[in-house]
């Protein structure tokens, strides 16, 4: 077997030992550990919709500790400034001398996490997004790039809407899939509070870091050439485009939504360890990458739809 | 064939697991046109005794002659190679019909099995192959040559080894059809045999005349008891002879055998009665030959009997 092809097999190996620390922390949750390693292996960005103590920053702390990724974390409110998230000039002396240099703000990291961005205003909430999407911060002129590889994984309090700035569509439309966090099951609850409050240290457990930063970027690089045959990648641009032609949707997805879709499906399908795309993957994907991008009709909203219901309903009918 | 084999570029310029996908994609396809093949030999086979059989015990196919000359351009070869000189050679109408419905369906048959793409068919026969061999097939057919493209090229191609294109073929269907040909070739041979002919059923004046569907221009082989007649038994003598046989003039009773026998001759024989003779009668067992030979005989004697 040629050496690229192990170097392949062992990058996939890496990603099942990430899934396998992660675990240590984090129980159950699967679906949405796999979106969120989905979304960075695809160079992306993810909106995490949760109730609050369903632990997402446990699980995107856990992710960068075993990728051996920089994390930190932003609290949005609705005083928070822009350059409170991408930094600002300051004024510093050294050896007598003064000097404008710019201080780096928290955005400035491997791996974001910027809870309840709709508590933010619409100006920060700009300033954010445009990092997110040009991967790079202008400040006085200059312009900085931001570290690779950089995810951003902006949290929603559903319930609270008191004091908020829903994200619009437009800005939604730039985050490439939507997580969804469920309460666990019992379960999984029992087993959450038997890890957490058992013996020991009481601490979180230790988890080993199985992949580096390097190693990330060549997996993102190997991603975008996973063969998809035709016929797969025609179905998942008929699928967003369906979105835009049904009676139940009133603004359905854009291209965006399409490029998301198949390189989340590509991303999906190298993470399972295979050397293609499969509807299969496509399938997985559809909900999370469409999801944030459709507005459903008063139609959906009278017959008691959801937008994963109508999602689901054109996956069967492309 | 909606397939492209390739781009025509120099082979020798590409990665070797494409160029393998490539002979691979090349080799389900040859499959694929195997298959088409031998599905159309068994429906044309079929068909073309089935029509044969239909068209021999309808008497013959409508507006053709019973039996069709065969050119002797056709024949040239067989008188030159095997020596063989048929003097007019013809053959049946039924069998020509029935040759020229086969030839038709196994074009057909050919036609609509290749009018989906060979290997999509292939893809179909082994389901655990489908996705994987498409967009390898897909990825040759973009000529694209990434790490993920190879590894994708190998994975299939050791796939490949271990797929079979058996799954084309439905045996079941196969094996029915074989059925079906066999019950029509014993029903064709009985039919031969028994001389079945639906001919002029609807005519009732010339049932009388035609005797079994014999054509009156026919010279080969016929039927020994229809022109004989029906079998009977040759009755035994049942009268007693006086014979004497004179033995004067030839010496004494105490010659030798071969004196005997040369005095037998010289005398002759005359009975107080003349024995009529009676036509010999024919058994089946006998051969149409001997019958020949017979009457020659009869006739040999009977010519040296007048002679005397």
Redesign the interface.
């Known amino acids: 077997?040629?050496e690229?092809?192990t170097d392949?097999d062992r990058l996939q190996q890496r990603l099942v030992g990430v899934r396998k620390e992660v675990g240590k922390r984090i129980v159950g949750q699967t679906e949405v550990l796999e979106g969120l390693l989905v979304c960075i292996l695809a160079d992306g960005n993810a909106l995490l919709e949760s109730n609050p103590g369903l632990g997402k920053t446990t699980m995107v702390r856990t992710v960068a500790d075993v990728t051996d990724l920089d994390f930190s974390r932003v609290q949005n409110t609705p005083d928070l400034m822009p350059s409170d998230i991408t930094g600002t000039e300051i004024i510093r002396e050294s050896g007598g001398n003064r000097e404008f240099v710019f201080e780096k703000g928290p955005i400035f990291a491997n791996v974001v996490l910027a809870d309840e961005i709709n508590r933010a205003t619409p100006k920060t909430q700009a300033a954010l997004l445009e990092a997110m999407q040009e991967k790079q911060v202008t400040a006085a002129g200059e312009t900085y790039d931001l570290p690779r590889p950089f995810f951003v994984l902006a949290t929603q309090n559903p319930i609270d809407q008191e004091g908020t700035y829903p994200l619009p569509e437009a800005q939604t439309d730039r985050f490439l899939i939507k997580l969804v966090l469920d309460y666990p099951s019992y379960e999984e609850e029992r087993d959450i509070v038997n890890l957490y409050t058992g013996g020991g240290s009481g601490s979180t457990p230790p988890v080993e870091k199985v992949l580096t930063r390097e190693e990330i970027k060549e997996i993102q690089s190997?991603v975008r050439?996973?063969?998809?045959?035709?016929?797969?990648r025609d179905r998942a641009i008929r699928l967003v485009r369906a979105t835009r032609e049904a009676e139940t949707v009133e603004f359905g997805a854009s291209p965006r939504a399409s490029m998301g879709l198949v390189l989340t499906a590509k991303a999906r399908a190298?993470m399972r360890g295979r050397?293609?795309?499969?509807?299969e993957d496509v399938e997985a994907m559809a909900a999370p990458v469409l999801r944030h991008r459709i507005l459903l009709d008063f139609r959906a909203e009278r017959e008691g739809l959801s937008t994963d219901d109508v999602i689901a309903e054109l996956v069967d009918e492309v | 064939m909606s397939e492209t084999t390739g781009t025509g570029d120099d082979e020798s310029d590409r990665p070797t697991e494409e160029r393998k996908i490539r002979r691979a994609l090349t080799q389900i396809r040859r499959e694929g046109w195997k298959v088409a093949v031998i599905y159309a030999v068994i429906d044309a086979t079929l068909a073309t005794l089935v029509v044969n059989l239909a068209a021999t015990v309808a008497g013959g196919v409508p507006r053709l002659p019973t039996r069709l000359p065969i050119p002797r351009a056709l024949l040239r070869p067989l008188r030159e190679t095997a020596g063989v000189t048929l003097a007019e050679p013809t053959v049946s109408s039924a069998a020509v019909v029935g040759v020229a419905v086969g030839l038709v369906v196994f074009a057909v048959d050919v036609a609509l099995r290749v009018r989906r793409p060979l290997v999509e068919q292939f893809e179909a026969a082994n389901p655990a192959l489908q996705?994987?061999l498409?967009?390898?097939?897909?990825?040759v057919r973009a000529d694209?040559h990434?790490?993920?493209?190879?590894?994708?090229y190998?994975?299939v191609l050791a796939d490949l080894k271990r797929a079979s294109s058996v799954g084309l073929l439905d045996l079941r269907r196969v094996a029915v059809t074989v059925l079906l040909i066999t019950a029509v070739s014993v029903a064709t041979i009985q039919v031969a045999v028994v001389d079945i002919s639906l001919a002029g059923l609807d005519d009732g004046s010339d049932s009388g005349v035609q005797t079994g569907g014999t054509d009156a221009d026919y010279t080969g082989l016929q039927d020994g008891s229809a022109i004989l007649g029906d079998p009977e038994d040759v009755p035994e003598g049942s009268e007693d002879l006086d014979a004497t046989i004179d033995t004067s003039g030839s010496g004494s009773g105490d010659g030798t055998d071969a004196e005997s026998a040369a005095s037998y001759e010289d005398s002759g024989f005359a009975g107080p009665e003349t024995v009529e003779s009676q036509r010999a009668g024919f058994t089946e067992r006998e051969q149409l030959e001997d019958a020949e030979l017979i009457r020659e005989y009869n006739l040999r004697i009977r010519e040296e009997t007048d002679n005397e």
């Open positions: 077997m040629s690229p092809t392949i190997l050439e996973v063969p998809i045959a035709d016929d797969v190298f050397n293609h795309v499969s509807w | 996705e994987s498409r967009t390898a097939r897909d990825a694209r990434s790490r993920m493209a190879r590894r994708l190998e994975s």
